[in-house]
Structure formats: structure tokens, C-alpha cells
């Protein structure tokens, strides 16, 4: 058998070297990307679509004392199609920081304003809105007394 000449080896090991290193960067990259998606990122928001358009509402509820309310319900119908008489109920909690956004809401209406009831408990709260004066609409919600 023919034997490798000793001057190969240092470049073989090298190679080898590199590419265990390679693996195990590529390997963290993987690994952190991954406790990422598990974690989630803090800024992320609930959400929930419509699909109709490009107009949000963003909410932030609050209790009677300016605390952050978790899980309240922010819920509306819109109304679309011939003569409004389809419908689509959305619903999305708050989080721990009492924010929830709607999107995908459309930029006109054949039956203004869209009405949002914030619920959590016994209170309850309604804003409107226009999306064709307001597409991007931001309420601050108190709930309570």
C-alpha cells in the first residue's frame, strides 16, 4: 500500500479542523436562531388579520389605576360584500403589556365607522373609527372605573 507523505498530513489536519469549527458555528448559528423562535421576541404584539386591506388599529388597555390590563378582549365585526351582508369577527387578546393590534382591516367602508369593544371581566369599553380618515389608528383604552 502506498503510504501519504508526511508533508500532507498538516494540511489534511488543518482542513479537518476548519471544517469541525465550520460545523460547530454553524451548529450555534442554528441553535440560537432556534431558542429565538422558542423564546419569542418581546416586542412581538398579538395580532390578528382580517386580510381585507391595509389598515391597523393598535390598542393599549389599561385599568382604572394605568395598569397594563393582560387579556382583555379587543373584538369587531367588519362588515363586506354585496350590500354588507357578509360578515368576519375578529377577536384578539391583550398581552402582559395590555397591547393587542388589529390589521389587515380595509381602507373604506360602505357602513362607517368600524366599532372595537374592549372587554375583560364585567367592563367593557367601545371606540370607533374611520378607516378612510384614520388608517393607522392608535386607542389607549381604560377599563374600569
Same mark, same amino acid.
Given at each position: 500500500?502506498?503510504?501519504?507523505?508526511?508533508?500532507?498530513?498538516?494540511?489534511? +489536519?488543518?482542513?479537518? %479542523?476548519?471544517?469541525? $469549527?465550520?460545523? !460547530?458555528? *454553524?451548529?450555534?448559528?442554528? =441553535?440560537? &436562531?432556534?431558542?429565538? +423562535?422558542?423564546?419569542? %421576541?418581546?416586542?412581538? $404584539?398579538?395580532? !390578528?388579520? *382580517?386580510?381585507?386591506?391595509? =389598515?391597523? &388599529?393598535?390598542?393599549?388597555?389599561?385599568?382604572?389605576?394605568?395598569?397594563? $390590563?393582560?387579556?382583555?378582549?379587543?373584538?369587531?365585526?367588519?362588515?363586506?360584500?354585496?350590500?354588507?351582508?357578509?360578515?368576519?369577527?375578529?377577536?384578539?387578546?391583550?398581552?402582559?403589556?395590555?397591547?393587542?393590534?388589529?390589521?389587515?382591516?380595509?381602507?373604506?367602508?360602505?357602513?362607517?365607522?368600524?366599532?372595537?369593544?374592549?372587554?375583560?371581566?364585567?367592563?367593557?369599553?367601545?371606540?370607533?373609527?374611520?378607516?378612510?380618515?384614520?388608517?393607522?389608528?392608535?386607542?389607549?383604552?381604560?377599563?374600569?372605573?
Amino acid at each position: 500500500m502506498a503510504q501519504m507523505p508526511t508533508r500532507d498530513l498538516p494540511i489534511l +489536519a488543518s482542513s479537518a %479542523r476548519g471544517r469541525v $469549527v465550520y460545523f !460547530v458555528l *454553524a451548529g450555534l448559528l442554528v =441553535c440560537g &436562531a432556534g431558542a429565538e +423562535a422558542l423564546m419569542g %421576541r418581546p416586542a412581538d $404584539v398579538p395580532s !390578528v388579520s *382580517a386580510s381585507m386591506g391595509s =389598515c391597523t &388599529a393598535d390598542f393599549t388597555v389599561n385599568d382604572a389605576s394605568n395598569k397594563p $390590563v393582560f387579556d382583555a378582549k379587543v373584538h369587531t365585526i367588519v362588515n363586506y360584500g354585496f350590500m354588507s351582508k357578509r360578515n368576519t369577527e375578529l377577536t384578539v387578546g391583550t398581552d402582559s403589556s395590555g397591547k393587542a393590534r388589529i390589521e389587515g382591516l380595509p381602507d373604506k367602508l360602505k357602513k362607517p365607522p368600524m366599532q372595537f369593544t374592549v372587554t375583560k371581566g364585567d367592563a367593557s369599553q367601545s371606540v370607533t373609527n374611520d378607516p378612510a380618515i384614520n388608517c393607522h389608528a392608535t386607542f389607549t383604552v381604560t377599563l374600569g372605573k
